[in-house]
């Protein structure tokens, strides 16, 4: 399994760089706001480790990671949509 | 891994990789955000527990409801932000949304390290440190990131010692991880960590300008992308490791391509401050101290502009700060409707974030073939009858092409001097954020129109729709 893993890592880095170098400057705006909506994936950690938590003190701090991971993805996306919707074509 | 989950989590894979490919153009990025938005659904709905159970077919719990109600105050304050955020605030949206998602990256962490299964585990203990670390830090620099976006915290912050200070820190952060590596259960240095990863991003933020907190910002976002990475290691999630890495390394590429706009190494952008510098471009621009510059009214520029035949407007961090977009939307179809072509030039790094300009243009209906990146303009600036300069600086100097003294020689520049007339609107003869003067509101063909941005451009509209 961790080698699995290690093998995927490596190869989406190549991915990562891959996708990026074709975006234009003037959509750099949105795709920092969508690439930072989808890192708040950290919502399925925090919601694994709350699903464990045994004592008060590890339900508190796992109650904040689901919060935080929960505003950074919904919050994310929302944010992210609302900008590309501005973006329209001259109409003709 | 039985393969009805691996397969989920291949097909959340590649949502997450075709929304990122979509958001490569202005056509289809609507639908890549959207995609990558689903994948995350699916991911969210499929998680299983590393025991084999889905983590929602469990039976109700206390722990349960408190998901339910972390999921629901998050996507509140998620979406209460989201919706209420000016355009012009958007660098900061994302720098608090950024500093969460490291923040929870660093809590996920550290529950997950406290556990005494992994004790045995070195690999698993290090990725959770690993993450504990990078999110922290993360967290604590998005915040200070923000603070200096709101303009509360503008002044780069620097004092004697503090280089001695951070290495001193960041060497008791490598001892204290070995430390914890062979002794887990110590609480006292898994609290130490945690405020010193804390501090250490406080103090690599803070001496940071605030006109360099894209960067700042964009290499947080790749970090807390390799926290969550981490963790996914950790926590055999497939998904979590691939959207984390895809961050991680697309958030990287993206600081050096912001770096390269300014034609600053990333080095340069995050420890420039503790060099001099500072001082070096004012004193090489000295003898335009006492030059004078030739103003402009607005019913004399507005005459110019609208018997013009090709206008470029260059925009700048000073229309987003006078909120000026629809006025500057209303002079370019005022002038539209009199035959002028006019298009729009955006730097790469105008404003508080690379695309910001794009944005707030988008906002005020500006369609985005108007808009033209640097490199398609200045090859025909020399066939452009007026050049309007709305409170843009250091993109537009000229001393980047000309001056091998000059603090951003070498920097791309949109080449506005050389088109027929450029009329710059400018609220002052203030310098922009690199502190140094600007050649071009010297020279013969410009002309200096002195105002608030959103006013001005008013009056300019209201003579252009008059003559």
């Not at chain 2, 206390?62 to 979406?79: K, W």
């Not at chain 2, 440190?129 to 509360?152: R, T």
């Not at chain 2, 003294?405 to 001097?417: L, Q, T, V």
Request: glycine residues 12%; contains cysteine; proline residues 5%.
């Amino acid at each position: 399994m961790d080698t699995d893993l290690l093998f995927i890592f490596t190869l989406t880095v190549f991915i990562g760089f891959e996708l990026i170098s074709k975006v234009p400057s003037m959509l750099h705006t949105p795709l920092m706001s969508g690439t930072n909506a989808i890192h708040g994936i950290i919502l399925l950690g925090g919601v694994l480790v709350l699903t464990d938590a045994g004592t008060p003190l590890e339900q508190g701090l796992g109650f904040t990671a689901v919060v935080f991971g929960s505003a950074n993805v919904f919050g994310g996306f929302m944010v992210t949509d609302r900008m590309l919707q501005m973006f329209r074509k001259r109409k003709p | 891994m039985n393969s009805a989950p691996a397969l989920l989590i291949l097909g959340v894979s590649v949502l997450f990789i075709l929304g990122i490919k979509l958001l490569a153009s202005p056509r289809t990025a609507r639908a890549g955000n959207l995609a990558a938005a689903a994948g995350m659904l699916i991911a969210l709905l499929t998680l299983h527990h590393p025991g084999g159970d889905s983590v929602w077919s469990l039976g109700w719990n206390f722990n349960r409801t408190l998901i339910a109600l972390g999921l629901g105050l998050g996507l509140g304050l998620g979406a209460l932000g989201a919706y209420s955020v000016k355009m012009t605030a958007m660098p900061q949206m994302v720098a608090l949304f950024n500093g969460l998602g490291g923040g929870a990256a660093a809590l996920v962490a550290g529950l997950e390290f406290r556990q005494p299964a992994h004790e045995s585990e070195p690999i698993i203990g290090g990725s959770l440190l690993f993450a504990v670390l990078i999110g922290s830090l993360s967290f604590a620099g998005s915040g200070i990131a923000y603070m200096k976006l709101e303009g509360k915290l503008e002044k780069p912050l620097t004092f004697p010692g503090q280089k001695i200070l951070n290495g001193l820190s960041l060497l008791a952060i490598f001892g204290l991880c070995g430390y914890l590596l062979s002794h887990p259960s110590s609480s006292p240095a898994f609290l130490i960590l945690c405020g010193l990863a804390l501090f250490f991003g406080v103090a690599m933020v803070l001496p940071i300008g605030g006109a360099d907190m894209p960067v700042v910002i964009s290499l947080l976002n790749s970090f807390t992308g390799l926290a969550v990475a981490a963790d996914g290691f950790a926590l055999h999630n497939l998904a979590m490791v691939v959207a984390g890495t895809l961050v991680g390394s697309s958030g990287t590429l993206l600081t050096l391509h912001m770096c390269r706009a300014m034609n600053r190494p990333v080095k340069n952008v995050l420890f420039g401050a503790f060099g001099a510098g500072a001082g070096a471009g004012a004193a090489g621009n000295t003898d335009l101290a006492g030059r004078a510059v030739k103003p402009i009214q607005s019913d004399e520029a507005a005459l110019l502009l609208a018997n013009a035949q090709q206008v470029v407007i260059i925009p700048g961090y000073g229309m987003a700060v006078a909120q000026a977009q629809h006025q500057v939307r209303d002079l370019s179809e005022a002038l539209g409707q009199r035959g002028v072509e006019v298009r729009f030039a955006i730097h790469p790094v105008a404003g508080r974030m690379p695309g910001h300009m794009n944005v707030l243009l988008a906002e005020a209906d500006v369609p985005y073939d108007q808009l033209c990146e640097m490199e398609v303009v200045n090859p025909l600036m020399a066939r452009v009858d007026v050049c309007l300069v709305i409170g843009a600086n250091d993109v537009v100097n000229p001393a980047a092409r000309e001056n091998p003294a000059s603090p951003i020689y070498g920097m791309p520049i949109i080449d506005a001097a050389r088109a027929r007339t450029v009329i710059v609107l400018k609220r002052s003869m203030a310098t922009g954020f690199a502190g140094i003067e600007n050649e071009l509101f010297h020279r013969d063909n410009a002309r200096m129109l002195f105002g608030d941005a959103k006013a001005t451009l008013q009056s300019l509209v209201t003579a252009v729709l008059a003559s």
